[in-house]
């Protein structure tokens, strides 16, 4: 079959053909909005109209023929408009509110999860793992999913003081927003690289090489066209494996997951604020990582119990400090909780004002 | 069918209640043998506790230099269909809108030519398919192209820009994110599709201080919404919410930042000069709240993730600027943004990485944005301050300070 | 006269020598206090005997002479006994009741200057200025004066909020405590060091030199045998010319001095602060420095106006934010004010919740 | 008699109600031609806008490397009986406390060597003897020494320790600053007047978190007293103060950090585990509240002025120790903490910036102190991480994270 012309510089189709009459008309008219249930809102427009919505999650990787029988459904329901979210659920665009009921009990038939609206844990934003990227310590799909498994009940039902956004990062790349949510998982490397120095001279530059470590660890070698790292110094970033591939990270044993917690992106209330290390190190264990799913159902189950209404996680954390997080959780206070790279002097406390715990 | 793998450890994430990528793999696999070996290679990364692809590889389509990640198996004779497994970065529409048509449209091609897996969407907010071979860029290009689809950016370009639904259904939105997203886009298609920066550039844009497309955190410039004016009480729609069982003194008056908000059991008030917008009680009662006034939005500069010297999220560059269509104003601002950042910075250097470098100093110079109280938390807290000959001049020989 | 035998290392004398009876006895066994007037407290001891202090400024040059008239009042009314504090203020320590009034006629009418305690201003940490160091860009005894000759009432008399702690240093050494102040002057070089090649040679460590400037501005100069200044980069700390006297760095019609507001040093209710920089530069104008002292007294003002009651400086515009602050003040925001030092990512705003102002 | 040179512009600083330096230079200039000179200098400082000092010089008194800072005048022909003005530390007695007899002599022997200027006190605490020549400095030291007073440090030495008066005359004093300071001093004579440190190390001791001597913002090493226990409550007394006229709601009540005090009208409640001992509702309200139990101190180190990169506040470190005479548990940890920091600080590098550069964990492993959640404000933010290989086999293999 002969291929079609090609096309450059098109740029994206417009947006407009692909939504909902009713939203066309009612655009930059809505008045308010209503969550229904914790799968169902609706946003009502000044005109009076309604536009009504459920969310469904997505494990984000979908095969086509999951892609087929969604679209099935929109048809059936939506009039054949749907959308993602920015979080990668499903949204089901409904402009006849009788279709609601029909369309959530065939999803319920097909085993589809509907949730993750209002003040609950909606999709964990995550990335490749073992999936597809050359980086990764660990596989992010994989957390993911075992730990949606155990926190189920709160994407579909359960109430959480505020939403609680989760997210996974395979490596400290960190594709995954990580470095601002409420609970989340970073994969790390925790040894220092091993330099094949034949292939580092022939590949790399190795001033490049040299100037890609934040922590000055690496020295070129001239003996052998190649370069040194300084035990001591390293911290595992990976960056010069990222720009020279022959300088190898990755570690069966030592490859493992930290857990990060009380960041923030909204400005409502508080400054958005990074995650901070909650858990310093777990093991890679799959397929279903018992011990971190086991961390961050107690994290969240503690934020659960302490918290004021609308209050989230970092929220939470700064009202009653640092010290009584830990003390809550059970959580070990390690050496590696003490910033000792850029963020050093902005996290020391300067203060004879703290709680025992 | 049975597939070709063994897969005990991927088998038991089909177990239990939320959605697993392992079935959707699984789905995938029944009907191409890319996925099939791409679901082997993973249940073996499962056994060993090691990923096992290479590190990149420059591959793509005629005149472009972005939009796909090259990569390779490091065991193609144990996984040959998975030799070559690259990724394609379709540009989605704003606001991650689709017809059931349209998605068919690419779900049809992606069969013919690749694994059958996708991510709905990948984290910059692209269309992402999961898994090709180099033979088949240019017929998947030619193919998607030809159908208005246009690939997404890849490499030290700018970005993929994505926004929030923004006005399209939310009530809350300061102004249109997904014409404007839309726009730039276009405008940029150059820049998006021929890496020639000194590294990647991303731009953001939500309708509001929800920031729902967390924009202040994974963004180099983030638009954010926002309003100069008051917020419009709707006194009997408070009382709805206090007879419905909200707690108006703790959720909304004893949660306001900056204690601007009083209730007394009757009437809600606000002290607006003193309101900082924040969102949160509008949020938590958006019946009874509004803003009114002028409509605009905040521009923010400089987020990224950690690697190298520590996450940044966005610093305030712009407190407040007009975004109205042709957005001549927006766009030249972000034009001298870019030009700035990309006249002085080093390979694989960010526009937050050089500000810190440089100084806010020169690009606001560059850009023509005067200092604000609004761009700091606080002033600095050194006296290691740097001046010009002609600050003396201007300002402090004045009789007032 | 022959000199009698000197003794080494036998440290400070016993403090307890220098104690009045009453405070002997009552050793950590006070109960409270109380301020009675602005330059009067009392401490009760458990036992119920009492010491009452009264406080006297002082500009804390003293000459001998003026210290031996404190010493025959000390004597008069205090039976010998007195201490300074650690803002360098006198107090006389009274036992018995029926002296105070005497005292503070006796103090009244030598025109000694009685205050400071309570929630008011009291005497100003300084330093040397153009009376001893070699470093001073600024005279800070006289600016001392000239202020505290304006503020005058605040020190014997009205309420603040809470206390404000004054401070000046008349170099950026800053050994005068200005870092934590709630309004302090820090004297200020604007113009990059005037280098003396043949001397820097001969006098000076170019490596030292070198690495000396916070800011890399400094390079060798091997031609000279000396160094070179980039005009881009320095900033005019001074630190070069401190580790090498032959770079000169003071400049009549440059040195000057900024006004930094909002620090504080102790744990009641918020954490010791920095100060932050509220005006960039003033010219230096002896003898009075009028409008440092104007913008000292405005931002006094603004304060004691607008902060709730036992809000320090830096508590109240934290609360009000500083947009807030340069609003209510009149004071211009300037690029100086945008930290472009070690402390900016700690400074700039991250968040879209700012108030207009 | 009338003086050598004019000054009217240091006779402006006559005028007005604060005591005037200029008019205590005046009295001493009609004895001493050092200070007569060292006033007309000043006045031409004034003049000119410039100071007219060298560079400092190294002077001092045999057998000490410090306690006398040299000064030598730029303008020797000018001003000659100030060629030379050096100053003289003289190391003053725990919390400044004097008896009129001690200061008469410390002034009769300054009257017959030096300008009869002094500094009641020096920044660092000490008693500051203003402007001597060389030749009298080895007098002078043998006058003050025979009569028990010794020399205050200057140099890379540890400098003159310092506390506020403690329980001398303070209710709230957790420990006994001056006994602490006073057994300090005496332990470290060789360190303070043999400087053979890398640079400077400042010691100061307050009693509670009021901090009174600045230990947190000037001391490398800050002794801040705190308690251990409940704060205990009068009511009686509360009454009180709100018969009295305060207003215990939003005094106390709503300016409480962490939230932890109530009140109904007639009863104060505080939630003790949550307080954080910030002593403002204990300051504010002394006749009813006090602490109880354990006391001891918290110890913070790190502190210093801005040069050369921002300054620094001191750092937690050790959340409690006990202090108590003689004092062995907390000589000891000082003892580590300063042999850390002088094996491994560069010259001019205090020991703040030091650990900035070795990070935390060397530093408490030194001194033998466990990480602590005290000793943070928060966590860290980034993920770049640093492990030993036995934290591994400690910490990381138990069931429990
Ligand atoms: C596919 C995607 C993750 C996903 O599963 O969604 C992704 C995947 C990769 N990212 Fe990313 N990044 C993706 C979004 C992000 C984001 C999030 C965002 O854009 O909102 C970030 C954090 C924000 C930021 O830009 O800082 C992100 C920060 C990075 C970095 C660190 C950049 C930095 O300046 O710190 C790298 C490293 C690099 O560029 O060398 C990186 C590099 C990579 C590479 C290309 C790995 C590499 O070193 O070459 C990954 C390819 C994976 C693969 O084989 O498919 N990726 N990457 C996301 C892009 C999909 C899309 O186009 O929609
Ligand atoms: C659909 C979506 C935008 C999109 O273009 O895709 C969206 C939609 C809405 N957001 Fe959002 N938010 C969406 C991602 C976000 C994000 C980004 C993220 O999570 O990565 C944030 C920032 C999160 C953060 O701060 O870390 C975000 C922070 C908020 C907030 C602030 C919550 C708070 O109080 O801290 C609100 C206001 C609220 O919930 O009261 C909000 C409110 C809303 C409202 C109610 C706005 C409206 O009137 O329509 C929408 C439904 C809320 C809901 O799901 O409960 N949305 N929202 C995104 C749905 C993601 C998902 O599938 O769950
Ligand atoms: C006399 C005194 C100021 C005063 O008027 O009170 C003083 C005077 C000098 N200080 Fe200081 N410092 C004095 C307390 C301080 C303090 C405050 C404190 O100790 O509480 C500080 C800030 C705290 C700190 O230590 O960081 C201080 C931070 C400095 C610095 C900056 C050190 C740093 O690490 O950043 C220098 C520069 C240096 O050491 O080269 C300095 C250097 C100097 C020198 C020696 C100038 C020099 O470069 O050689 C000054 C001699 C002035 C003179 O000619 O008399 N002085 N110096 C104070 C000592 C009196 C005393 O012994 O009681
Ligand atoms: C005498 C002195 C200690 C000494 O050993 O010399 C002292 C003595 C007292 N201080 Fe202080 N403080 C003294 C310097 C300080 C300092 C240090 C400084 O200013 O450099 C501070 C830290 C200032 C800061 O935070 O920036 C200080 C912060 C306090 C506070 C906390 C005030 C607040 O609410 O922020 C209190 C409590 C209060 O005032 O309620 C306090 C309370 C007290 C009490 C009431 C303690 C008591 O029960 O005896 C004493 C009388 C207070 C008064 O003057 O109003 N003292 N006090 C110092 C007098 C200096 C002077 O001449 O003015
Ligand atoms: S976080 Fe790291 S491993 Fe994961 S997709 Fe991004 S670059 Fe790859
Ligand atoms: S992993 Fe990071 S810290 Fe270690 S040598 Fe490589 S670049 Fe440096
Ligand atoms: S960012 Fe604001 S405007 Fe956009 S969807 Fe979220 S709440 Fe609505
Ligand atoms: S928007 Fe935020 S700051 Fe403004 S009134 Fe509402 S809660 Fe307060
Ligand atoms: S602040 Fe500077 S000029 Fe003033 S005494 Fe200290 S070193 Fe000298
Ligand atoms: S004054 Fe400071 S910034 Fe300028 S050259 Fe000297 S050391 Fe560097
Ligand atoms: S620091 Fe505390 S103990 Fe010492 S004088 Fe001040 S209030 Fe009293
Ligand atoms: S000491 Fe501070 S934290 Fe503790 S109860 Fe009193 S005010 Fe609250």
Known sequence: MALPERQTDIGPPHYEQFLPPVIKKNYAKWKYHEVLD???????????????????????????????????????????????????????LISDKSKIDPLKKELKDRKYTVGGIGPRISNVVHTQGWVHCHSACTDASGLVKAMMDELYEYFTEKELPNKVRLAVACCVNMCGAVHCSDIALVALHTKIPVVDNDKVGKMCEIPTVVGSCPTTAIRPNPKEKSITINYDKCMYCGNCFTVCPPISIKDAERDGVAIVVGGKICSLRSDPKFSKLAIPFFYNEPPRWPKIVAAVKNILDVYARNARKHERVGEWIERVGWEEFFKLTGIEFTHQHIDDFTFMRDTLRTSAAFKWA | MSLKHKTPMLDELEKGPWPSFVTEMKKAAKKSPMAEDGLGQLEKSYQTKLGYWKHGGIVGVLGYGGGVIGRYSDLPE??????????????????????????????????????????????????????????????????????????????????????????????????????????????????????????????????????????????????????????????????????????????????????????????????????????????????????????????????????????????????????????????????????????????????????????????????????????????????????????????????KY
Chains 1, 3 share one sequence.
């Open chain 2, 78 to 399: 144990e996984f040959p269909e998975v030799a070559h497994f690259h990724t394609i970065r379709i540009n989605q529409p704003s606001g991650w809108y689709y017809t059931t048509k349209a998605l068919r449209e690419i779900c049809e091609i992606w069969d013919r030519y690749g694994s059958g897996l996708t991510n709905m969407h990948g984290s910059t907010g692209d269309l992402v398919l999961l898994g090709t071979n180099t033979e088949s860029l240019e017929p998947l290009f030619a193919e998607y192209s030809s159908r208005g689809w246009d690939l997404g950016g890849s490499g030290s370009c700018l970005r993929t820009p994505s926004c929030c639904l923004g006005q399209s259904r939310c009530e809350w939105a300061n102004y249109d994110t997904m014409d404007v997203i839309y726009n730039l886009t276009q405008e940029y298609q150059d820049e998006l599709h021929r890496p020639a920066f000194a590294y990647k550039f991303k731009i953001k844009a939500a309708g509001c201080a929800c920031d729902c497309v967390a924009s202040i955190a994974r963004s180099d410039c983030a638009i954010i919404g926002t309003w100069k004016g008051d917020i419009l009480i709707d006194q009997a729609e408070v009382k709805k919410y206090a007879d419905g069982g909200m707690n108006i003194q703790d959720e909304i008056v004893g949660m306001c930042p900056t204690e601007c908000v009083s209730y007394d059991g009757k009437e809600l008030k606000i002290n607006n000069p003193q309101c900082n917008r924040c969102m949160h009680c509008i949020a938590k009662m958006t019946r009874a709240l509004r803003p009114s006034g002028e409509r605009g939005a905040t521009i923010c500069i400089g987020s990224k993730a950690p690697i190298v010297v520590g996450s940044l999220l966005s610093w305030v560059v712009v407190p407040f600027i007009k975004v109205e269509a042709p957005y001549t104003e927006l766009k030249e601002l972000i034009a001298r943004i870019i030009e700035w950042w990309d006249d002085n910075a080093k390979p694989r250097e960010r526009i937050g990485e050089l500000i810190e470098v440089k100084g806010m100093r020169p690009f606001l110079e560059a850009i023509g944005v005067p200092p604000q109280p609004q761009q700091v938390k606080e002033p600095r807290k050194d006296p290691f301050i740097f001046f010009k000959d002609e600050d003396f001049e201007k300002i402090y020989t004045k009789d």
């Open chain 1, 38 to 92: 914790p799968g169902t809102m609706v946003h009502v427009a000044e005109s009076g109209d309604e536009i009504y919505t459920v969310r469904v999650a997505s494990p984000r990787i979908l095969a086509t023929e999951t892609i087929y029988e969604i679209c099935d459904l929109a048809d059936k329901y939506c009039d054949g408009y749907l959308r993602f979210t920015s979080r990668n659920n499903i949204e089901f």
